[in-house]
C-alpha cells in the first residue's frame, strides 16, 4: 500500500508508462483487489494515462474496481520524472534479457 490513512483512503501507485506485459497486468489486478479488500471511504489506484486507457479496454479489472468504488487517478509527470521513469524501464527491460 503506497498510501493508508485507517478510516480516511487507501492509494496504490504504479508508476508505468506504456504497454503493459502480462505481469504488469497482473499487477494492477492485484492492486485493485487489495484496494477491493480494505474497508476505507476512498480508494484510489494512480495510474499513467497509458495504464488508464488500457484499463478501460479491460472491462472486467475496470468493473472490479468500480464495484469496489475504486477511483482510478491519472498521475502527471514533470518532464523530467517522465524521462527518468521511461529510461528505468530501459534499463529494466535490458536486465531481463540478460
Known sequence: MDGYEKD???IEIYAHIGSLKAGQRKKIAT???KLSL???PNKILIVHS???N???KNSSIASAAKK???KIEIAI???TMETNIRRTQKKQDRSAVL
Open 68 to 70: 469496489h468504488n475504486i
Open 38 to 40: 480494505i474497508d476505507v
Open 77 to 79: 509527470y514533470s518532464k
Open 50 to 52: 497509458d495504464v488508464k
Open 54 to 56: 488500457w484499463l478501460d
Open 8 to 10: 480516511q483512503y487507501a
Open 31 to 33: 492492486d485493485i483487489l
